[in-house]
């Protein structure tokens, strides 16, 4: 029965276009050091830091359908936002380069991080993508996305007097907005999650929970609509990174939302399935606390993994917690999904070592 699911749900999927751009399946295990330590859920990992492109995490899922359409609509570049050491523009640098597309990145100084060429930044530069800075006043949680496209839309025009064919994209592929018409990004992670039950039903280990850092709701919007029409109870928690659940929460449901519509599927996402966590924000988005350079550490010294500043390491804190607080019950199997990030390591370093208790 959920082959025939499965299939009729790829079916859906191929209507889109998609260019290859990732190595698929990502590994999924089991974190044994972690869940013995913890002494309750078996906790497990999806390795989407791991997907091949530059140096990997979750949006080059999301670029393979993006690139599709910007190709499609006869684009020769595409320009997108993010903050200063935004994974996401390095994976989408990378992935224009590989189809001929000039990559156009506009860098918003949403944290107290200095501009210079380490981290995504330096990996952009050799990539050749044009790096613009811009400061703004907001600090320590995401940019107003009508500012950011009003800002996008500024650099096309130059883009377009050069006789050049912009494609204007949103932070990590997830809200509509410019050329993405679709919600393409959460598309990818509604892929994502029939490719984790695939790994997961033969073992009879299909997850209880998957944990993800949510940082722009394409990655837990898709991740939501693909469990419920697998027909899972599987729940999806999102720890959030840069914004106040009230805030972020009618984002989530919205992306959620128009994938289902998208995808005509005979069911509705409710605000109540989507569970989001802000108690983790530490002091905001980009900034570096003790407890996150405690749990950087924690994962390297428990498992040897390599967290990022900005993302993973808050998801881990979270889930560190709600674990400690039997929030998900002993008896539970917990899928941590490490979205990459891992280059932004190095740009903060300054602030991780002023943080060593050690």
């Not at 859920?41 to 599709?68: C, Q, S, V, W, Y």
């Not at 598309?187 to 850092?213: G, N, S």
Request: aromatic share 8%; proline share 4%; glycine share 8%.
């Amino acid at each position: 029965m959920k082959n025939n699911i499965i299939d009729d749900l790829i079916g859906l999927i191929r209507k889109y276009p998609r260019q290859s751009l990732t190595c698929l399946p990502t590994p999924l295990y089991r974190l044994d050091c972690l869940s013995r330590e913890l002494a309750g859920p078996d906790i497990f990992i999806k390795r989407d830091d791991l997907t091949g492109l530059a140096l990997g995490g979750n949006k080059a899922r999301k670029l393979e359908f993006i690139i599709a359409d910007a190709l499609q609509k006869g684009a020769d570049t595409v320009i997108t936002w993010g903050s200063l050491q935004s994974n996401w523009c390095l994976q989408l640098a990378a992935a224009c380069r590989k189809y001929n597309l000039k990559p156009v990145l506009v860098l918003f100084q949403t944290y107290e991080l200095p501009f210079s060429y380490e981290g995504n930044v330096l990996i952009e530069h050799l990539l050749g993508a044009e790096i613009i800075v811009r400061k703004t006043a907001e600090k320590g949680k995401s940019l107003n996305q009508e500012q950011a496209f009003m800002t996008l839309r500024e650099v096309a025009e130059a883009e377009r007097k050069k006789g050049r064919k912009p494609y204007l994209v949103s932070v990590g592929g997830s809200a509509l907005g410019g050329h993405m018409e679709k919600p393409l990004g959460a598309l990818a992670y509604f892929l994502a999650m029939l490719e984790i039950y695939e790994q997961t039903r033969a073992r009879e280990e299909v997850p209880d929970w998957v944990i993800i850092a949510s940082g722009s709701g394409g990655t837990q919007a898709g991740l939501l609509v693909g469990a419920k029409a697998l027909g899972l109870k599987t729940r999806i928690a999102g720890i959030c990174v840069s914004d106040k659940k009230e805030v972020f929460l009618p984002v989530v449901l919205n992306i959620a939302r128009e994938l289902v519509e998208m995808l005509e599927l005979p069911f509705e996402v409710k605000e109540d399935e989507i569970f989001l966590f802000d108690d983790y924000l530490g002091a905001g988005y980009g900034r570096i606390t003790p407890e996150v350079t405690e749990g950087i550490k924690y994962m390297l010294k428990t498992e040897g993994l390599v967290l990022d500043p900005v993302y993973t390491s808050k998801a881990l804190i979270g889930m560190l917690d709600l674990v400690k607080k039997n929030y998900f019950g002993h008896q539970a199997r917990i899928l941590f999904i490490h979205t990459g990030g891992i280059p932004a390591l190095f740009a903060f370093r300054e602030q991780l070592l002023s943080q060593n208790s050690d």
